[in-house]
């Protein structure tokens, strides 16, 4: 005996929910490009934002979490930013609250992903209803080796809130 379910023994059902109008689903749209001091260049595969009622997180990430090419940019800035042009100091405050980069990583045959923080950088930024972008922004910090791991680069990022 068939289940008496509605969709059951009628594809009508089945197809007005697959072919019916679409779902809105919002999604950060962005590119991060980057040059970094001996290392490949980055340019991101995804690019991720979040806000909470303190503080902004942007990220762009290359390849997947897991993956011995995976990489990661993040920018932490203060809630209430506007465009202008930002020096970063690590300890003191402002509108950059953090920068970093995860690579990944061999050290004395262990694999790992590594956190380099920036302890300088600046950024052009300017901010458009909710959109962002810089022309240019800058890190500078120790690697795991303590040598000095330099990049430049750009973006831009329109979250899904953004208004058009």
């Given at each position: 005996m068939p289940l008496h379910h509605p969709a059951y023994q009628n594809p009508d059902v089945l197809w007005r929910n697959v072919k019916g109008p679409s779902v809105f689903n919002p999604r950060t749209r962005g590119e991060l490009k980057a040059e970094l001091l001996d290392r490949p260049a980055f340019a991101a595969q995804e690019m991720t934002f979040a806000s909470s009622q303190k503080k902004i997180i942007i990220t762009a990430e290359f390849d997947?979490?897991?993956?011995?090419?995976?990489?990661?940019?993040?920018?932490?800035?203060?809630?209430?930013?506007?465009?202008?042009?930002?020096?970063?100091?690590?300890?003191?405050?402002?509108?950059?609250?953090?920068?970093?980069?995860?690579?990944?990583?061999?050290?004395?045959?262990?694999?790992?992903?590594?956190?380099?923080?920036?302890?300088?950088?600046?950024?052009?930024l300017c901010v458009i209803e909710s959109c962002y972008s810089a022309r240019l922004f800058t890190f500078e910090g120790p690697d795991h080796n303590g040598e000095t791991l330099e990049m430049c680069g750009d973006f831009k990022i329109s979250p899904p809130h953004a208004s058009f």
């Open positions: 997947d979490f897991g993956s011995k090419s995976y990489r990661a940019i993040s920018l932490t800035l203060d809630i209430n930013i506007q465009s202008g042009i930002y020096e970063f100091k690590k300890g003191e405050h402002g509108p950059i609250l953090s920068m970093s980069y995860v690579e990944y990583i061999e050290v004395d045959g262990r694999e790992m992903y590594h956190l380099n923080e920036a302890t300088v950088g600046t950024l052009h």
